[in-house]
């Protein structure tokens, strides 16, 4: 069909007013019955009718766009955690406009300016920075902001994050009841990550009345770290590793491979996996799975609801529980 398809010729076949078909492109279904959105919805896909955006926006003052900030693009979870955004704004007008930090301060300010300018309506932020100053321009605008994986702190945006805190005291217990006398912390830089010190924080108070030494070691450019690692792991006391994300976790299996350092008989090894590879390899690894799907998708649906509905942001920290899977390694 050549002739451009209107609202009013929409609205006319479905035997419904412009002001109805309208509510119904705009996602505003109070008050309206089952079968009047059943019959637009079939009007609209017998026409091929796409809404002008261009218009949609003048008309709402509304970009219909939602800014997302991430930390770094190429890491799994985060490929993972966009998914779930995705899909919580699959059935909705709004479009996503991704903007990757590449482990960068500067260039997240820059990302989040940019983000602004294009007048998004919301932004999911990944924190670089747990410090609030660093976000002021975000609470200079009066725009809603959920931060996901980490957060600022104090808390100045709701956030959906993993319990971290929690699974590290679990993984403590384990450390305990498994009789490892040392636990060597793999992490690339702690400070100012949130999720990152909650995991250290969570195992290192857990274990600090006890005999059980804690030795944080971060990974840096060079190889400094696998030096430390080793020399650790060369004292006769029996170590457990405890690798705080999934490319670290992968980092320290490769190491120890090409040293042939075995686990479990050598060391023991647990860590953070988001990839679901930790299962296919002998020994098996033992692994904290988080839910980066569904910490996406809960940050999204909220964000949603107060776009859609003027639903409050309440400042909180919805925490997404993790599983602990226990294999060979430890």
Do not use: C
């Not at 956030?159 to 403590?172: C, G, P, R, Y």
């Amino acid at each position: 069909m050549n002739k451009k398809i209107t609202i009013n010729e929409i609205a006319k076949s479905a035997n419904v007013s412009k002001t109805t078909v309208s509510r119904f492109l705009n996602k505003k279904y109070e008050n309206m019955s089952e079968a009047t959105k059943t019959k637009i919805e079939e009007t609209i896909k017998s026409y091929g009718y796409q809404p002008n955006r261009q218009a949609q926006t003048l008309k709402t003052n509304s970009s219909l766009t939602i800014g997302i900030s991430v930390a770094d693009l190429s890491n799994l979870y985060t490929s993972r955690l966009l998914k779930g955004i995705s899909q919580a704004v699959l059935d909705t007008n709004y479009q996503l406009l991704i903007m990757d930090a590449d482990n960068h301060i500067e260039r997240e300010l820059s990302n989040l300016q940019m983000l602004l300018n294009e007048n998004v309506d919301g932004i999911i932020l990944q924190p670089l920075s747990h410090l609030p100053a660093q976000y002021q321009l975000l609470t200079e605008r009066n725009l809603p902001v959920i931060q996901v994986d980490r957060y600022v702190e104090p808390f100045t945006f709701p956030a959906v994050v993993s319990d971290n805190f929690q699974k590290s005291l679990e993984i403590a217990d384990l450390i305990q009841a498994k009789s490892y006398e040392q636990v060597i912390v793999i992490a690339n830089k702690i400070s100012g990550i949130s999720s990152r010190m909650n995991r250290f924080d969570g195992l290192s108070n857990a274990l600090f009345d006890t005999s059980i030494a804690v030795t944080l070691i971060e990974i840096d450019l060079d190889d400094a770290w696998q030096t430390h690692l080793t020399s650790l792991i060369q004292k006769n006391i029996r170590s457990a590793i405890f690798a705080l994300n999934g490319q670290v976790l992968w980092e320290v299996v490769r190491y120890l491979q090409t040293k042939h350092i075995q686990y479990p008989d050598d060391v023991g090894l647990i860590g953070y996996d988001d990839d679901n590879f930790a299962d296919l390899i002998q020994p098996g690894i033992s692994v904290i799975k988080q839910e980066p799907l569904q910490i996406g998708q809960s940050a999204a649906d909220q964000l949603l609801s107060n776009l859609q509905n003027n639903a409050p942001l309440s400042i909180e920290n919805m925490r997404i529980p993790a599983t602990i899977e226990l294999r060979e390694s430890i």
